[in-house]
């Protein structure tokens, strides 16, 4: 499972109006719910590019077993780790030459033990103006994913990647609808529910194949901020969820990852879950000499 690059927001979309709920604030138009959401994304981009946030980040293998406590004949055996613990440098940046946005996620520590080998020259690809950045990208993606385990290779693990679908160059691609209130998420908080209509797809699997997406965003009306975000993506072989949630940041002004959890079910049976917290957003510096320096606080 792939991403592409993205950039962010614009309005094309189906026009679903809700009913105010009875103790929430009542629902503007869809569209302008659309269009202050996609201004709030623009800010987010511009505020965390070039940022990076600690990670801590639990993964683990569940195996299919049936009612005997045996694994099923048709289930693929799985040989390696079944629980991994990581820590990791998240950079969250718009890569020279493109209007997407990539992560890369240098892990500093597996399973308790400092890596030796982190490729900071990678990292340094975001940064530094060159030519050569976008067609990295591939590379890049690869060597953030390489720590996972389970049979399932992804690149979608990423707190911020459903931001993309409410920017406004990529709403026309989907079919919007304006779902329920949710208090928990504050006063003004409603969720707008989402549907990948448009081919080829954001997101690819093998073979270049489509992978559709759907899923919800919660926005608070009255700001634009985007509070959760959840998306799901449903193919013949896997089922992926990944939900992110995001809490304000007063010195960067912008509500920043807080906690992301993915789930991967494949058809075969078993599942794979992950949990990551996120803090220490900081600015990330680069040496002209390709050297990484230590980030600092902002």
């Known amino acids: 499972m792939r991403t592409a690059a993205w950039s962010f927001l614009g309005v094309g979309l189906v026009v679903a109006l809700a009913s105010a709920q009875e103790g929430s604030t009542p629902a ?40 005997f406590g045996t694994m099923p004949r048709f289930a693929k055996p ?3 780790a079944m629980h991994r613990e990581l820590k990791s440098d998240l950079l969250l940046v718009r890569p020279v030459g493109s209007e997407g946005w990539m992560q890369f996620r ?8 400092k890596l030796k080998d982190r490729n900071d020259r990678l990292a340094r690809l975001f940064l530094d103006p060159s030519k050569s950045t976008a067609s990295q990208s ?44 949710d208090p928990s998420l504050g006063p003004s908080a409603w969720a707008i529910e989402y549907k990948e ?45 990944v939900t992110a949630t995001f809490k304000p940041d007063q010195r960067l002004g912008i509500n920043v990852p807080a906690e992301m959890i993915e789930e991967y079910k494949p058809s075969a049976g078993g599942r794979i879950s992950g949990r990551a917290s996120y803090g220490r957003f900081r600015q990330f510096a680069v040496k002209t000499d390709e050297v990484i320096e230590k980030p600092t606080a902002r």
């Open 28 to 67: 503007p138009p869809l569209p302008l719910v659309l269009s202050r959401a996609a201004t709030y994304v623009e800010t987010f981009a511009d505020t965390l590019s070039g940022l990076v946030a600690a990670e801590s980040y639990v993964q683990d293998v569940h195996p299919a077993f049936n009612r």
């Open 78 to 80: 799985y040989s390696g």
């Open 106 to 113: 240098d892990v500093t520590e597996v399973d308790g033990k």
């Open 138 to 181: 591939r590379k890049i993606m690869d060597e953030s994913s390489r720590y996972n385990i389970g049979d399932v290779i992804r690149t979608i693990n990423n707190p911020v990647i459903a931001l993309a679908f409410l920017e406004r160059s990529y709403q026309k691609r989907f079919a919007f609808t304006l779902g329920k209130a």
């Open 197 to 241: 209509v448009q081919r080829p797809t954001l997101i690819r699997g093998d073979g270049d194949s489509n992978l559709p997406t759907y899923g919800r965003a919660w926005v608070d009306l009255e700001t634009g901020r985007v509070l959760k975000t959840e998306f799901v993506i449903e193919a013949p072989a896997i089922t992926a969820r």
